[in-house]
């Protein structure tokens, strides 16, 4: 079996709400949280990476079930209330290896804004 390397590019949003800081993807409905920006980013790595690992396993398409997020998050994404924060380094991340010879990357957050 040939290695096959799947590679994810995602916009999230970001916000704080009651204490921690909520990470939404766009272009898929998965979300998480975390004390501090940099927690809620690889909490939305972990859960993004656990949810392509299930779907492998379980015989389908990674992703194929996870649907776009709700509109009012594009809304938000796009408003003027938000500012990008792409200047934010991102450093290399790690690749994730699981069976059948597949290597997840961790998701290429290309454009993270944060709205008040």
């Known amino acids: 079996m040939t290695q096959q390397e799947l590679t994810f590019k995602v916009k999230a949003l970001l916000w704080q ?17 975390g004390k501090s920006i940099e927690k809620a980013m690889a909490a939305f790595k972990k859960t993004f990476l656990g949810q392509i690992i299930i779907d492998i396993k379980d015989g389908k398409k990674p992703l194929q079930d996870v649907g776009k997020a709700p509109v009012m998050y594009s809304q938000k994404f796009n408003s003027p209330s938000c500012y990008n924060i792409e200047d934010r380094k991102q450093k290399p991340g790690k690749t994730f290896k699981i069976p059948q010879g597949i290597n ?13």
């Open 17 to 33: 709400e009651e204490g921690f800081w909520v990470v939404q993807g766009l272009e898929y409905d998965i979300a998480a949280y």
């Open 104 to 116: 997840i990357p961790d998701p290429s957050i290309i454009e993270t804004r944060i709205c008040a």
